[in-house]
């Protein structure tokens, strides 16, 4: 069974079992969310992302349109995503360029993570780290533009 919060704006989507929405939680139509996932307070999801199962969304993040985020993946708070590599307003690529976030990844807080990229399985994106390319499998990443510091065994 789901648990909707009453504050959340849930959209025709689909939502697998046992999952929680919180307050404040808009989704749009279209979008899909795996099962057991905890998608936190002031969140945004559009209608073209995909979530797999236990993926754990933190407050204050948006996935846009595009976005692709494999099971068993945690995003912290306020870790920015992006969709268009040269945004302007009122103008629109044909194809947004989602970011794919692949299996038992980690993104830190406050992390930004431009368009296109993929972080690997087991990849971890440091707090505050600006992600500017794809990250390998079971990198480590900081810093501003991050860079890998390690590798996680």
């Known amino acids: 069974m789901n648990s909707v919060h009453e504050l959340a704006d849930v959209a025709e989507c689909t939502i697998g079992e046992g999952t929680r929405i919180w ?4 989704i ?23 979530l797999g199962n236990r993926v754990t969304v933190k407050s204050g993040v948006f996935l846009w ?10 995003i912290g708070p306020n870790a920015t995503f992006t969709n268009d590599p040269c945004p ?10 989602g970011i794919t976030v692949r299996h038992h990844a ?23 780290a600006v992600v500017t390319q794809d990250v390998p499998a079971r990198a480590v990443v900081v ?5 890998i510091i390690r590798y996680i065994d």
Do not use: W
């Open 23 to 26: 307050q404040y939680v808009v």
């Open 28 to 50: 749009l139509a279209g979008a899909r969310i795996g099962r057991d996932c905890n998608i936190c307070a002031h969140t945004l999801i559009e209608g073209d992302v995909q």
């Open 65 to 74: 349109d595009g976005t692709r985020i494999e099971s068993e993946v945690f």
């Open 88 to 97: 302007r307003s009122k103008a629109y690529p044909e194809v947004f360029s």
């Open 106 to 128: 980690s993104i830190g807080a406050n992390a930004t993570l431009l368009p296109g990229i993929t972080i690997g399985e087991y990849g971890m994106v440091g707090a505050g």
């Open 143 to 147: 810093g501003n533009p991050a860079r």
